[in-house]
T-cell receptor, first 112, second 113 residues
């Protein structure tokens, strides 16, 4: 079955460390997105990419970085510059010309 | 940038009662989408509305898009415990950098059996 795989499901990080969240899709979707969700809040866009080797900052890109070297993969790095990284991170994809986003099951990041 | 506001933030109903959530945008939207997120889960796409004044139904769910394309609503008739979750609206922006969704804060629905 096609879908989006995010790993790991839970991640603990020590303050001051960088960490990379994986997002892989086998849906042949062109566009991919990273959102952050805090408890009781909506989804805020971090970065998005419409095609390979190109990406744009979203509303809260500071302290994050991404790469899009392959169509299937869009990893997100949470750097030590991110002041409050503890959150639920959701990756999504969409095929050009279609409607809704397909989301992965998310990664819960906790800074300890 | 575009802002999407959603009310209420929380709604508690008895099973069988109706439920409505409202969504308002600071700008005119090209389209609006609705998602449902079950507790502990991820958002799942429900529907997209494109035309001014559009109304779409999915069984007990009715979705409306305002005439000015700046507001939308989701109405659930006779709620069931399976309707529990958070419902998000999201407005689509399209530009030179591609398309992106801006999500509202969501309405968390609990249903008492």
């Amino acid at each position: 079955d096609g879908g989006i795989t995010q790993s790991p499901k839970y991640l603990f990080r020590k303050e001051g460390q960088n960490v990379t969240l994986s997002c892989e899709q086998n849906l042949n979707h062109d566009a991919m997105y990273w959102y952050r969700q805090d408890p009781g809040q909506g989804l805020r866009l971090i970065y998005y990419s419409q095609i390979v080797n190109d990406f744009q900052k979203g509303d809260i890109a500071e302290g994050y970085s991404v790469s899009r070297e392959k169509k299937e993969s869009f990893p997100l790095t949470v750097t030590s510059a991110q002041k409050n990284p503890t959150a639920f991170y959701l990756c999504a994809s969409r095929r050009t010309g279609t409607y809704g986003y397909t989301f992965g099951s998310g990664t819960r990041l906790t800074v300890v | 940038g575009q802002q999407v506001m959603q009310i209420p933030q929380y709604q508690h109903v008895q099973e069988g009662e109706d439920f409505t959530t409202y969504c308002n945008s600071s700008t005119t939207l090209s389209n609006i989408q609705w998602y449902k997120q079950r507790p502990g889960g991820h958002p799942v796409f429900l529907i997209q509305l494109v035309k001014s004044g559009e109304v779409k139904k999915q069984k007990r769910l009715t979705f409306q898009f305002g005439e000015a394309k700046k507001n939308s609503s989701l109405h659930i008739t006779a709620t069931q415990t399976t309707d529990v979750g958070t419902y998000f609206c999201a407005g689509m922006e399209s530009g030179a950098s591609g398309s992106r969704l801006t999500f509202g804060e969501g309405t968390q629905l609990t249903v008492n059996p």
